[in-house]
Nanobody
Framework: QVQLVESGGGLVQAGGSLGLSCAAS????????MAWFRQTPGTDREFVAT????????HYADSVKGRFIISRDNAKNAVYLQMSSLKPEDTAVYYC???????????????WGQGTQVTVSS
């Protein structure tokens, strides 16, 4: 298991930008594929973006492609999500997740942060 702590959520107006950070500890970070998911009340967790162990492979959900950027810094054991052109429908709790195998399915991730709320006002 790895411990994950997100930060950077908040309230932003539509069209604005916000950056999320996730600090990892407890397992060799370079062995982990990292991802961001999000969830709104009453819905399933939704894949947002994933980055491979060395940062060389990145995938985004179609809903955020061109607006969000995922990145990682293996020297700092951290992963980031830079969000721009935010829309009210981006409002959700955003979770950082870690996996030894990667992918876009949340059940492939065995370590999760506590989540950080992002609210986009119209």
């Amino acid at each position: 298991q790895v411990q994950l702590v997100e930060s950077g959520g908040g309230l932003v107006q539509a069209g604005g930008s916000l950056g999320l950070s996730c600090a990892a500890s407890g397992r060799i970070f370079t062995r982990l594929h990292m991802a961001w998911f999000r969830q709104t009340p009453g819905t399933d967790r939704e894949f947002v973006a994933t980055v491979s162990r060395n940062g060389g492979t990145i995938h985004y959900a179609d809903s955020v492609k061109g607006r969000f950027i995922i990145s990682r810094d293996n020297a700092k054991n951290a992963v980031y999500l830079q969000m721009s052109s935010l829309k009210p429908e981006d409002t959700a709790v955003y979770y950082c997740a870690a996996s030894l195998v990667g992918g876009q399915q949340d059940n492939w991730y065995d370590s999760w942060g506590q989540g950080t709320q992002v609210t986009v006002s119209s």
